[in-house]
């Protein structure tokens, strides 16, 4: 799980796997003061997050449609400011209890944006793992 790659873009295909297998692991999100996710001047709880993309809560009447893309976004992750983000969204559907959620795909990163995303979710999945309360005391 560690050795997974960086770099943002369209993940290829795997003949062996099902069209539905995750490429990504998700880290739960429970706090969002300290993790979320600015789209269009507009801020949105992060449900889960992986090194290449977010999961948010939206409005029934929300702007987002399939393979929008989304320019300029900010990722704040416990203060540590990711900005400048594109992104395309990959997903619109029902949660469990009926609410609109999102799935977005950062695109075209920088390759030290696509690191410090990398870093920090990399700390988050490693203490979800060992059952820490997740955290994250330096940018």
Excluded at 30 to 36: G, N, P, S, T
Aim: overall charge negative; aromatic content about 8%.
């Amino acid at each position: 799980m560690n050795n997974q790659s960086i770099e943002f873009g369209k993940i290829g295909k795997d003949p062996d796997l099902p069209d539905n297998v995750r490429k990504s692991f998700r880290v739960p999100i429970e706090d969002a003061q300290k993790v979320w996710v600015m789209v269009n001047a507009r801020r949105y709880a992060i449900l889960d997050i992986c090194f290449d993309g977010v999961r948010i809560l939206i409005d029934n009447d929300s702007d987002f449609k399939i393979e929008q893309s989304l320019l300029d976004c900010e990722l704040n992750l416990f203060n540590s400011l990711v900005d400048g983000l594109n992104g395309r969204v990959v997903h619109i559907t029902l949660s469990e209890t009926k609410e609109l959620q999102c799935g977005i795909q950062w695109m075209d990163a920088s390759e030290g944006k696509a690191v410090k995303i990398f870093d920090i979710v990399s700390k988050m999945k490693n203490q979800l793992l060992k059952g820490d309360i997740i955290s994250f005391d330096s940018p």
